[in-house]
């Protein structure tokens, strides 16, 4: 599996509609799509998974209006039950002939806490429409949010999220090892997480993520355990070793100062996290709170980007909803051949 960093052809988006939660919510949300395209076509192509005809005319139209460049945009129409295009959206890997190829792990809304039949199909429609191939994986279940790879041999990843009975009730560890395997992955860093704290039984690219083959970046003890992390999770990921054994560098994100305040005023009853962003092309899409801490994490992650423009996307009222930018784009490397 390519590295995020890695060169895009460009990013998949699921465009929130109304048919699952309402208007209200894609009303709320849908500024941030917009600002993600707009942003991201700078230096990469946009592929947008519209629910049907009329939503991706309406979604065209709004796009024109906003003098975004179309000529850097396309649709497919797939129905979809909501945006988390890292989770169910298509996994793009190289198979041993370098050819693309779309990996299709089963989805089953983060053990069946909300409607996910539209989204478990989003991967076939998009290799059927798109004509890359398609490698299923049948009934083992991986959301794209629970796995992070240093392309280098090595997974980060949380039992709560992957091992949990409500995603593989049949597959041991092992069992799920081989799996993951195929993507070139030999040494498995697993944290026992938090089944139940939020809707994704605690994913990993909430709090850690690879920068490069020898650095992770998290947050500080404090805001980990803020977080919800154990000491015992903590001690892990922060004396974790790569396949050759060598002890990873550490660069750390504070979480937001305070917790987050949606733009009507109401308060959440917790932090935001920027470890969640998404590296394109030519940016790198922050998680912004209107926050102090803000200006903070989008410095510290320009310093680690130097090549890209850090954009901070104010995302309060996605994250009441549980999720970042990270949780909503998809990336898709340039072909090999």
Known sequence: MPDEKDKHEG???QWPHEYTYGEEYRQEVEPIWVKMTSTLTEGENVHIVAYDDGEKERINNLLIDKGLNMDKIDFIIAPTDDVWARDSGPIFVYDNNK???ILDPAFNGWGKKTPYQNDARVRENVSEQVGI???DWGEFVLEGGAIELDSN?????TRSA???KNRNPDLSEKEIEKYISDLGVSNFIWLDGVPNLDITDFHIDGFAKFHGKSTIVTMKEDDLAEWGLSSKDMDTLLDAKNASGQKY???YLPLSNKNVILKNGKALDYKGSYINYYIGNTVVLVPNYNDPNDKIANDTIQKLYPDRKVVGIDVRELYKN???IHCVTQQQ????K
């Open 99 to 101: 050819n693309l190829k």
């Open 322 to 324: 549980g999720g970042m």
């Open 11 to 13: 990013t998949w988006l």
């Open 133 to 135: 191939e398609r490698i």
């Open 249 to 251: 560098k550490y660069e």
């Open 162 to 164: 992957v091992t949990n």
């Open 333 to 336: 490397p340039i072909p090999l």
């Open 153 to 157: 041999g090595t997974a980060l990843l």
